[in-house]
């Protein structure tokens, strides 16, 4: 689930990218390959600020099929995010999320359900000010509200020099969150 928050980036760069008035647009990839063969439809709409990205990938050698389908819609003060994967075995996560935009950056806050039904919240902020300083933290808590994961970045500049420090905690016995795949095809 770490690596969900950059599949949102692309949703909002997707988002961002379309000219300001323009019409819904709708794109279709396909591939089909010797093992898999797979779809990706992302769809657009400037007027009502909607992105759109649905994925189907199926395994021609066991006719699994893997599925993701993530939305992203424009708010006043930012935007709110949903994805939902579902794995060749049926094993389905999530993600819901809202990013309020703030002086000088942006906060995030949502919660994720893992494929063992397992629930986290999520956390972040970012800032920068008009000198080249910039802040970025991230952290993950369980369902009791505990810290199982923080990571906090700090860039500073100074008299030409750019110091930058990155922390990272983790709760003692807490595994690695796997990293979110993107299906193969």
């Given amino acids: 689930m770490i690596k969900t928050p950059l599949m949102i980036a692309s949703l909002a760069a997707l988002a961002l990218a379309a000219p300001l008035g323009a019409q819904e647009q709708s794109r279709t990839k396909t591939y089909e390959g010797p093992n898999v063969s797979g779809t990706q439809t992302t769809t657009v709409n400037p007027e009502t600020g909607t992105a759109t990205r649905d994925r189907e990938v199926t395994n021609l050698n066991t006719g699994k099929t893997a599925t993701s389908s993530a939305e992203r819609q424009r708010t006043e003060t930012g935007s709110t995010i949903g994805v939902v994967q579902t794995g060749p075995n049926g094993g389905t996560r999530s993600l819901e999320s809202e990013r309020e935009r703030t002086e000088g950056g942006s906060t995030f806050t949502g919660s994720a359900t893992g494929r063992g039904g397992q629930t986290y919240g999520l956390a ?3 800032s920068r000010d008009g000198q080249g300083n910039s802040q970025a933290s991230q952290s993950v808590t369980n ?4 810290t199982i994961a ?3 970045r700090a860039t500073t500049r100074t008299d030409g ?5 990155v922390t ?3 709760a003692e016995g807490a595994s690695r969150p796997p990293r979110a795949r993107r299906p193969r095809g």
């Avoid at 369902?143 to 505990?146: D, L, Q, R, T, V």
């Avoid at 020099?161 to 420090?165: A, G, I, L, Y």
């Fill in 161 to 165: 020099q750019v110091n930058r420090t």
């Fill in 150 to 152: 923080a990571r906090g």
């Fill in 168 to 170: 990272k905690t983790r």
């Fill in 124 to 126: 972040g902020s970012r």
């Fill in 143 to 146: 369902p009791a509200g505990e």
